[in-house]
């Protein structure tokens, strides 16, 4: 099974050459997360790609001026809501595990 990338679209990933974009290693890992999880059952793709389209609608409107885009943000973002809705994981445990790893020293990367 395999994941229906758009091409184009508010939930295509990004692109260059034709081929998927990620300016950071944590981009290919969290792309390769939700696909893997797609892959195994976890979730059905219309579900996690409306989970996008809203998280990219909802920062669309109402984004403070000069804040930086980030598609994988959203990608996490959609993530997580796909996981909580169905009580796979719960919203309090991913804002504490994400603060356990925040304050983790710099270059710890495991």
Do not use: K
Not at 17 to 28: I, K, R, T, V
Not at 50 to 56: E, M, N
Request: charged residues 20%; contains cysteine; aromatic residues 10%.
């Amino acid at each position: 099974m395999t994941a229906p990338l758009p091409i184009d679209g508010p939930a295509a990933p990004p692109r260059a050459n034709g081929e998927l974009l990620f300016a950071e290693p944590w981009q290919s890992r969290a792309f390769g997360m939700v696909v893997t999880l797609h892959g195994s059952g976890a979730f059905a793709w219309p579900q996690f790609q409306a989970a996008l389209i809203d998280r990219i609608r909802i920062w669309e409107t109402s984004h403070p001026e000069g804040e930086c885009w980030d598609y994988y943000q959203h990608w996490l973002g959609a993530l997580e809501d796909v996981l909580a809705a169905d009580g796979t994981v719960f919203a309090d445990e991913i804002e504490l595990r994400a603060r356990e790893l925040a304050n983790r020293p710099a270059g710890h990367d495991h």
